[in-house]
């Protein structure tokens, strides 16, 4: 069993930044982050293994990174919007995480709050 910490959540102004990191308590093949909007499903975000994958809202505003040293995965959000807005997720999976196959690791989220 693979236990997840995340932190970095925060109430941000639109146009801001945040840094959001998640450690793992041990090694997984691939990392990544969802996110839950209030009266919304669960969406995917970004994923990393071999290499990375966005949702396309994020594309080009976020960037996720991986410390495999310290079993630990980032999520750098540039360019914030309003409707970034969700509780964030860290994921963990043995296999490929996709948009439709989180894996079987959830961390217990971090709320991000982008103001306008």
């Known amino acids: 069993q693979v236990q997840l910490v995340e932190s970095g959540g925060d109430l941000v102004q639109a146009g801001g930044s945040l840094r959001l990191s998640c450690t793992a308590s041990?090694?997984?093949?691939?990392m990544g982050w969802f996110r839950q909007a209030p009266g919304k499903e669960r969406e995917f975000v970004a994923a990393?293994?071999?290499?990375?994958y966005y949702a396309d809202s994020v594309k080009g505003r976020f960037t996720i990174s991986r410390d495999n040293a310290k079993n630990a995965v980032y999520l750098q959000m540039n360019s914030l919007i309003p409707q970034d807005t969700a509780v964030y997720y860290c994921?963990?999976?043995?296999?490929?995480?996709?948009?439709?196959?989180?894996?079987?690791?959830w961390g217990q989220g971090t709320q991000v709050t982008v103001s306008s």
């Open positions: 994921n963990a999976a043995g296999g490929f995480i996709t948009p439709a196959t989180p894996g079987a690791y």
């Open positions: 990393v293994a071999r290499t990375t």
């Open positions: 041990g090694r997984t093949f691939s």
